[in-house]
């Protein structure tokens, strides 16, 4: 039985080129909901409602497991699939609690989308690590649009950084929190925005481990080759050409590593 994972596009794949690498004998289908991206500019209602129907569709298929790999999707909707489904589902948060224990309360800027920012979610995860003064909190929905186009560094997309750093002192950070899985993608231009030593952290690791865990407690691991099958909602892009992008960027995240 092969694992779901489902994001409003092709930042999830961040997640899974990680669960490919660490569980290459699992079968996965990964859909990507493209008619609704992007969800960061979505109200939340809407954000439940796509993401029930893309664990629907996973279970219709025979997952034995559903990756929400989608901060924004998982800060709105993780306790109610939980409760809908019985599946094993496992969501993506941004990494504040390694970040802090990694720098030890000095500033962090946690970049994610302005639904994910809004949420309570986020908000109680930081109150709870006591980190409140220490965390800023900035969102950067245009990385999603650029993503989806393969457009990691360009000057467009630097003019756009350096217009959201503007009220911000780069150099007052010491990590930085990738709170969105499009935003690995730019790991490397985003670096240049601040000085050295800037910590830049995601949660894609740990979700894949959460993942491995949670298949092995079940005893359901295993059993597959690596294959993975797409799902791609509304017309655009053809599933054709989301294959084909899917795949450059899992190459690329590969050579990132
Ligand atoms: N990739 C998603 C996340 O991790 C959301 C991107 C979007 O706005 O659609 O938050």
Redesign the pocket.
């Known amino acids: 039985m092969p694992i779901g994972f489902f994001?409003?596009?092709l930042?999830?794949l961040t997640v899974l080129e990680k669960a490919l690498r660490m569980m290459p004998d699992e079968d996965y289908v990964y859909y990507a909901d493209e008619a609704n991206?992007?969800?960061?500019?979505k109200t939340p209602e809407q954000i439940a409602q796509f993401a029930r129907t893309a664990v629907e569709c996973l279970r219709s298929r025979g997952c034995k497991a559903v990756v929400i790999a989608?901060?924004?999707?998982t800060s709105v909707a993780v306790e109610d699939l939980r409760r809908s489904f019985s599946l094993p589902i496992v969501g993506?948060e941004p990494a504040v609690k390694p970040a802090v224990e990694q720098t030890g309360h000095r500033r962090i800027l946690v970049m994610?989308?302005p639904v994910?920012i809004r949420e309570s979610r986020l908000k109680g995860l930081i109150a709870a690590l006591d980190a409140e003064d220490s965390v800023d909190l900035l969102a950067m929905?245009e990385l999603?649009r650029f993503c989806e186009r393969e457009e990691y560094d360009s000057p467009a997309v630097r003019e756009y950084i350096r217009s959201r750093l503007q009220d911000k002192d780069p150099s007052a950070y010491s990590a930085l929190v990738l709170?969105?899985?499009?935003f690995n993608h730019f790991r490397s231009v985003l670096g240049d925005f601040f000085p050295e030593p800037v910590r830049i952290i995601d949660g894609s690791l740990g979700t894949a481990r959460r993942l491995q865990a949670l298949l092995e407690e079940r005893g359901v691991r295993g059993g597959g080759t690596g294959r993975v099958e797409y799902v791609v909602t509304g017309g655009e892009p053809a599933p054709e050409e989301l294959v084909g992008r899917a795949g450059r960027l899992l190459d690329r995240l590969k050579r990132m590593e």
């Open positions: 994001d409003s596009g930042g999830g991206l992007p969800y960061g500019e989608c901060n924004t999707a993506i994610a989308t994910t929905p999603v709170g969105c899985t499009h």
